[in-house]
């Protein structure tokens, strides 16, 4: 009896996600009527899984900082940079030896690894202190940093692509465990671990409170600036994690890749529930979403749209939702 | 409390300031700055950013944020000058009339949203300038319009200079001031100037005292919309090309530099001459780099920097007490 | 007898659920100073908005100068003379005070371009009417709300004005801003022009206004000249009963070491040189006028606020530097604005009650939702809030069960002192009692000392052992609320300035 009012509360409070799972399937549907010998192939869902997980996780990341009331514009920045820095580490400081064996293969690939997820983390920290510290408001805070991150990503690779990445760096980007592709996993990792966080820890359950009235929670005792700058941490640790997959997966990390990545994850964030207020935001309501777009922008390109008709799609796609959420709640 | 005393209370003063101190240090390490042929480039430079700075000042003032002038700009830019070669039209006037119409266009329809569905401003600019630039590219070309094939009217207008004590000064920066003068009257002279004051300080209050909101934000986002537009084909006649991927990452410099100039990011507070000023600051730091002997690449580095010390002293400047 | 300006016959205005005026009569007559009182939710603010052509309403008749008006909206009130000046001023912040006053006239004269001579001269008459002196050059943001309050009433005269009405108007003033507001009201009056003010304070009643009307639950329940009024009356009606005879008797040993103890403690300007003691089982009143440092008291014990002295838990000195160290030591605040300060209001009613006390919900490092609930469930039972689920957002409960959240949540931080800033303001009678009651079980039941600070007197009359007055950063008086009456402490009050 409790599961079943449960799931009719769960229904009833979030009707975003009802939403968002009937639009997707009515993308799913509509793709596949009109293009089902391209859609419905098996290599297309592969393919999709090798792609979407890079931007699931940026936009988790830029859900977490609008949990808040803030923003993040610096993670692509910061993805990059992390890709950068590895790639400058694995040619430049810790080239392979040129008898190496597996494990040491391993071991550099994890060191990798680790600097680029060092990165992300102090990049989040430094972006947490502006914001919770100097009281600088989020939009413009990361705005500067971000700009400070892609310029370092500059200055280390002096404007062309770093390449040259182990073969288990790309393995990162391109394999599979079991069948299923590897970035899809990291993503669902992510996905279940960012979820448990929000809504099973004290940590989750501040960034909820601090979101919803930062005010009240000073006075109700909780330590605002401290959870916030963790929150832009986890963001910026995620962001290093995006780009690791993204620098995986091309086998090179650029000063300027997923420029229009920034664009998306917000707008995956918002049309996922997200409020950019603060107080309200779910990782499945993001989850859905960015598999909804990607859906839709792979159906389109079935269709041979070009590309860019495809950013076209997001924009429109996002305040034909935004208008329909509008009008929904003047009815009430 | 003094008018002098007031004067250098004013947060232009402090920008300006700090303005005097860079030029002068830059001076010291390179005195090839001072030239004027050096001077007269730093200018031109500050043309079209400049242009676009009004256009987000004029938003920011009303409380609102606009990431779309970039994209207006270049589907204005690109547009014109494909009409412009379609029907071999050789004229300056129509074309940069048809420009600033399509970007009061775009502004209008941001209008819609952001005042009758009410949504919020980033997010509605983020959507519109997603929509127009898949719109541009995925419609209209990819192909970049070279010198070969620019309409040679635009490209005598672009670079047609003055004279000024033997070095060559653009046309276009007295455009440009032109036009922050009509700024700066319209917002200090008119009452719907006033009005984007009012409403970016509270726009309850500002309905109650009688203005007209929905004129306002019709009037805000046209406006910026109108700015964008004319700066993108500005830019065309400048560069002697057309190219539908331009004006990527303007978002970030030209809000940068309104801020720096010290608009309110709420809202309310906002000068033309600020801005000016703030675009001056900017520019000056991105082309100085060189005169300065810092390799380029550190450009972006040096420009976040600026970005993060001047906001954290906005923010010192407006901080609101939490409790 | 001249027509009244304006008159509400029988007006009842609904809204969902309820009724927010029912069947009220009402007049104000030319050069009158009038007062309406009643606590939030009386339907005074309802009122007002019928009166300023905001709401209309379902039943009854409005008449202007004794005619009966059909349509009557914001621009019709302005018309009639109708201004109202609302708690927040409704002025621009970052605009002059010139610009800010000529604003309004600027707009009605249809103006494309502003002439900053104009607005000027525009600004300096509005001020000269009011023969107050103020800057207007200066930034409406940077003046003290007094200062804004008096833009706020010149900007209201520019055009021809007949009633001005103001909402609540010492909420935030000094005494002696209250007393520069008063002569300017009389100046007003001389000038022809009715002011009604709409109050639940005891000095615009009762020094200021001529005639007083008191609403309740939506009726109005009394009405006569001022000469007529005292205190108690006003609260009698206002509240509907009387005080109680319920007393909070403190029966513990003086000499025993105290709860909290706090000697020479200052606070920045505002509270100077503060010696208090609080017992185990007593409940202290605190009460002063605006200004007199109570509130920056209450901040710095619960460390929000720097200050210097010696402030001592049981005996054991206490360093409080943050609102966390407090929390530790078992101090709580229950803050006098809920709604912007106390409560979390699209969360769920369980997360505003655990939110001060998470640990007590967590299992290893995850939350324990089942404990949370119950908890949850715990200290709604306990504090008698009438829902039917915790999952409920805090927005939608009505005043006096949000008040109840947020004083749960502070129980449920096993606090060993309790202050309490204003708790029912705006919280409907019997929720006021029940409040009342669970804070007196507490003391008596469980050694909590609590510190209350509030304006009302009944309530302090009825609840402390103790009642302390501040005035101007100290503590001036000390009252045992045994021997006191009402009209000592509304006395004493007076005396204040």
Known sequence: MNKLTDLRRFINRDNNIVQLLIITAVIFLLMSALEPHKFLRYYNFESISFIFPELGIVAIAMMLAMLTGGIDLSVIGIANLAGILAGVFFTRLYPAAPDAGTAAELMRVAAGVALALGVGLLAGTLNGLLIARGKITPILATLGTGQIFTGFCMVLTGGPAIVGFPAWWGFIGNGKILGIAVPLLLFLVVAVLIAVMLTRTPFGLNLFLIGTNPRAAVFAGLRTERMVIYSYMLSGTLAALAGIVLSGRTNAAKSDYGTSYLLQAVLISVLGGTNPAGGKGTVLGVSIAVIALMLLASGFQMMRFSNHLIDFIWGGFLLLVMVINVLRNRGK | MTALAKLLRRSETAVLAILIVVMIVIGVINPAFWQADNLFNLLRANVVIGIMALSVL?????????????????????????????????????????????????????????????????????????????????????????????????????????????????????????????????????????????????????????????????????????????????????????????????????????????????????????????????????????????????????????????????????????? | MAEPLIELRAVTKRFPGMKALDGVDFRIFPEEIVCLAGENGSGKSTLIKI????????????????????????????????????????????????????????????????????????????????????????????????????????????????????????????????????????????????????????????????????????????????????????????????????????????????????????????????????????????????????????????????????????????????????????????????????????????????????????RGPF????????????????????????????????????????????????????????????????????????????????????????????ELIQNCNRILLMHRGEIIDCLDARGVEEDDIHGRLKGLR
Not at chain 3, 85 to 111: C, G, H, M, W
Not at chain 3, 189 to 216: N, Y
Not at chain 3, 378 to 402: C, F, H, W, Y
Not at chain 3, 433 to 457: K, Q
């Open chain 2, 58 to 323: 004029t938003v920011m003032i009303s409380g609102g944020i606009d990431v779309s002038f970039p994209a207006f700009a270049v589907a204005a830019m690109y547009l014109t000058v494909i009409a412009m070669n379609a029907w071999g039209y050789q004229g300056v006037v129509l074309p940069f009339i048809g420009a600033t119409l399509i970007g009061l266009f775009c502004g209008l329809a941001n209008a819609v949203f952001i005042h009758t569905f009410r949504m919020i401003p980033l997010i509605v600019t983020l959507g519109s300038a997603s929509v127009v630039r898949g719109l541009l590219l995925g419609l209209v070309g990819t192909s970049i319009i070279n010198i070969d094939r620019m309409p040679p009217s635009l490209i005598a207008f672009g670079s047609s200079t003055v004279d000024v004590g033997g070095s060559k000064l653009s046309l276009m920066v007295f455009i440009y001031l032109g036009i922050a003068l009509v700024m700066w009257l319209f917002q200090t002279r008119t009452m719907a100037g006033r009005g984007i004051f009012a409403y970016g300080d509270d726009a309850e209050s500002a309905k109650r005292v009688g203005f007209n909101t929905r004129r306002t934000v019709y009037l805000v986002y046209g406006l910026a919309g109108a700015l964008a537009g004319f700066a993108g084909l500005l830019h065309a006649s400048m560069i002697w090309l057309a190219n539908p991927r331009d004006f990527v990452g303007y978002e970030l410099d030209v809000i940068a530099a309104v801020v720096l100039g010290g608009a309110s990011i709420f809202g309310g507070r906002g000068s033309v001459f600020g801005t000016i000023l703030g675009v001056f600051m900017l520019t000056l730091i991105k082309n100085s780099l060189i005169i300065m002997r810092v390799d380029n690449t550190w450009q972006g580095v040096v420009v976040g920097c600026v970005i993060v010390i001047a906001t954290a002293l906005t923010a010192w400047r407006d901080r609101k007490a939490l409790v």
């Open chain 3, 367 to 458: 939350l324990d939702q089942g404990r949370l609930m119950q908890l949850a469930r715990d200290i709604v039972a306990d504090m008698r809030i009438a829902t039917p689920d915790v999952e409920k957002l805090a927005g939608q409960l009505s005043g006096g069960n949000q008040q109840r959240v947020v004083i749960g949540r502070w129980l449920l931080t096993g606090p060993k002192v309790l202050i309490l800033n204003g708790p029912t303001v705006g919280v409907d009678v019997g929720s006021k009692a029940e409040i009342h009651r669970r804070i007196r079980d507490l003391a008596a039941g469980t050694g909590l000392a609590v510190l209350m600070i509030s304006d009302d007197v009944p």
């Open chain 3, 51 to 362: 009166v300023s052509g905001i709401y209309d309403f379902d039943e009854g008749e409005l008449l202007i100068d004794g005619k009966p008006v059909a349509a009557f909206g914001p621009r019709d009130a302005i018309a009639a003379g109708i201004q109202v000046i609302y708690q927040d001023f409704s002025l621009f912040p970052s605009l002059t005070v010139a610009e800010n006053l000529a604003l309004n006239r600027l707009l009605s004269e249809s103006k494309t371009f502003v002439d900053p001579e104009h607005r000027r001269r525009l600004g300096a008459e509005a001020l000269a009417r009011l023969d107050v002196e103020i800057d207007l050059d200066a930034t409406v943001g940077r003046l003290s709300t007094a200062d804004r309050q008096i833009v706020a009433i010149a900007r209201a005269l520019m055009s021809d004005t007949r009633l001005l009405i103001m909402d609540e108007p010492t909420t935030a003033l000094t005494g002696r801003e209250v007393d520069r507001l008063f002569a300017i009201v009389r100046e007003i009056q001389a000038k022809g022009i009715a002011v009604l003010f709409v109050s639940h304070k005891m000095r615009e009643m009762l020094e200021i206004s001529e005639r007083i009307t008191v609403f309740r639950n939506g009726r109005k329940v009394e009405e006569g000249p001022t000469a007529e009024f005292n205190e108690a009356r006003i609260t009698r009606a206002m509240t509907g009963h009387d005080i109680g005879h319920e007393r909070h008797v403190w029966a513990g040993d003086a000499a025993a070491t105290p709860r909290l103890s706090v000697r020479g403690l200052n606070v920045g300007d505002t509270v100077r040189a503060i010696d208090l003691d609080l017992h185990r089982g007593e409940i202290v009143g605190l009460s002063g006028l605006l200004g007199s440092g109570r509130t920056e008291l209450a901040m710095a014990l619960f460390g929000m606020e720097p200050h210097d002295g010696d402030i001592r838990l049981d005996g054991t000195p206490l360093r409080l530097s943050s609102v966390q160290d407090a929390v530790a030591a078992g101090i709580a605040y229950v803050p006098e604005d809920r709604l912007s300060e106390g409560l979390f209001m699209q969360q769920s009613i369980a997360r505003n009650v655990i939110a001060s006390a998470i640990d007590r919900a967590t």
